[in-house]
């Protein structure tokens, strides 16, 4: 099952933050936290992961809470290319890189 | 490269019959998944291989579902007497050391 609980859509206006919640309280210490995304009839992309700092990416930045129990993604100017469904998912740090889907975000630019 | 590769992109079968897909991974990459998905739901993980070797199997693949990666490279993942259940999308991804998991565009299946 997934550890981690998203709320089910979203919608925010082109141009603006998206900031995207996450809660896996839960997660251990050997434990990172992953977002994707799946853009309509294609296959999951990477967003971005961490494990305790903030990151930031060219597609995104990711907030981690001091004690690792939430996170949020923020895509900073969402365009209408960022209509997809996110997911957020606790992976272990072991060499599998299984990962558990959740039923993710479904978060809606609007023009 | 090009990507993760899967063929077919859809596939329409009877009820009873035999299925196969095929993934291509990003050609330097040493582990292979495949997922499955159905209509709003996220991916559920089926299998796994590093190289040629199947090293975890998802209680989710039933006896009628076989996987293999004969030489490392490219993957088949095979049903047998198909069930109007296993229509989904079948994913495919492939992944590496220090690298993230690439995923394909999927195989649709539909058994009718």
């Known amino acids: 099952d997934a550890k981690t609980t998203q709320p089910p859509s979203m919608d925010c206006a082109e141009g603006r933050a998206a900031n995207l919640p996450c809660n896996h309280s839960?997660?251990?210490?050997?434990?990172?936290v992953y977002w994707y995304r799946q853009i309509h009839s294609q296959g999951p992309q990477y967003i971005i992961h961490?494990?305790?700092n903030n990151e930031t990416n060219e597609m995104a930045s990711l907030i981690i809470t001091e004690d690792r129990k939430s996170s949020t993604l923020i895509l900073p100017h969402a365009t209408l290319r960022d209509t997809a469904v996110y997911y957020c998912i606790v992976r272990p740090m072991d060499s599998s890189y299984k990962l558990i889907f959740g039923s993710g975000t479904r978060l809606l630019v609007r023009p | 490269d090009t990507g993760v590769s899967q063929n077919p992109r859809h596939k329409i079968t009877k009820r009873g019959q035999n299925v196969t897909f095929r993934c291509d991974p990003i050609s330097e990459h040493n582990r292979l998944y495949w997922y499955r998905q159905t209509l709003g739901q996220g991916p559920e993980f089926l299998t796994y291989?590093?190289?040629?070797?199947?090293?975890?199997k998802s209680r989710l693949l039933s006896d009628r579902f076989s996987a293999e990666r004969p030489k490392g490279s490219f993957s088949t993942l095979e049903i047998q007497r198909t069930e109007q259940g296993d229509s989904a999308m079948y994913l495919c991804?492939?992944?590496?050391?220090?690298?993230?998991?690439?995923f394909g565009q999927g195989t649709r299946l539909t058994v009718v």
């Open positions: 991804a492939s992944t590496s050391d220090n690298t993230e998991a690439f």
């Open positions: 291989f590093q190289n040629e070797a199947q090293l975890e």
């Open positions: 961490g494990l305790k």
């Open positions: 839960t997660i251990s210490g050997n434990e990172y």
